[in-house]
């Protein structure tokens, strides 16, 4: 099956800095990436849709200023939480979807990163 | 937007059960995934069924698209398939997809 790996796994920062996560498809072409955050216990709910070589489309609600999002290529994405506050402390997991070898429609997710800002 | 709701909320069985999860969906879909997240957090693809029956192992499931359900079967549970198991849905056809989530069905299989 389809891997996408994402780094770091877990970080720790402190309020006001900036934090990035990368999302990478190892074994296929992902023309859309998407950003997905999980509060404890809770559901997925989905922040942006990254296109390659395109501006990212967000949620309604998500502020595109704090969540900075660039897919510079066909197998990375990444995104940046920048002036990270404690309330920004979240389960942020990526998927990428394949429209060549794989079933056109089907997602596949990263490991997740686990922010945690003090 | 479409709504899914899943149930149980919440299943707790012995190690050999077999249960059944229930995915309902408020509008037609063209796709609807099964996952389980496992522990760590890592979501794991189980099936990509917007329609029809498919089965994996231990695993099956079924979705009747016009009656906007989906069931995933577990049989023989094994603690390893503890966990949360995600529902999620698109009606898109092409395009960008946006999957919805449902609220999720915590399984908890113990020895």
């Known amino acids: 099956g389809a891997v996408v790996s994402q780094h770091p796994s877990r970080v720790i920062c402190k309020s006001g800095t900036s934090v990035k996560i990368e999302c990478r498809s190892l074994d296929f072409q992902a023309t859309t990436m998407f950003w997905y955050r999980q509060f404890p216990k809770k559901s997925l709910m989905l922040m942006a849709t990254s296109n390659e070589g395109s501006k990212a489309t967000y949620e309604q609600g998500v502020e595109k200023d704090k969540f900075l999002i660039n897919h510079a290529s066909l197998t990375l994405s990444t995104l940046t939480v920048t002036s990270a506050h404690p309330e920004d402390s979240s389960f942020y997991i990526c998927?990428?979807?394949?429209?060549?070898?794989?079933?056109?429609?089907?997602?596949?997710f990263g490991p997740g990163t686990r922010l945690t800002v003090l | 937007g479409i709504q899914v709701e899943q149930s149980p909320p919440d299943l707790i069985l012995q190690e050999g059960a077999n249960s059944t999860l229930r995915c309902n969906f408020s509008d037609s879909v063209n796709n609807l995934q099964w996952f389980h997240q496992n522990p760590w957090g890592q979501l794991i693809n189980l099936f990509y069924i917007p329609s029809g029956t498919k089965q994996n192992g231990r695993l099956s499931a079924t979705t009747v698209a016009t009656e906007r359900y989906s069931l995933l079967y577990i049989s023989s549970s094994q603690t390893t398939d503890s966990g949360v198991y995600f529902c999620?849905?698109?009606?898109?056809?092409?395009?960008?997809?946006?999957?919805?989530f449902g609220q999720g069905t915590r399984l908890t299989i113990n020895p």
């Open positions: 998927s990428a979807k394949s429209g060549t070898s794989f079933s056109y429609n089907e997602q596949f």
């Open positions: 999620a849905v698109d009606k898109r056809t092409t395009g960008a997809q946006k999957l919805v």
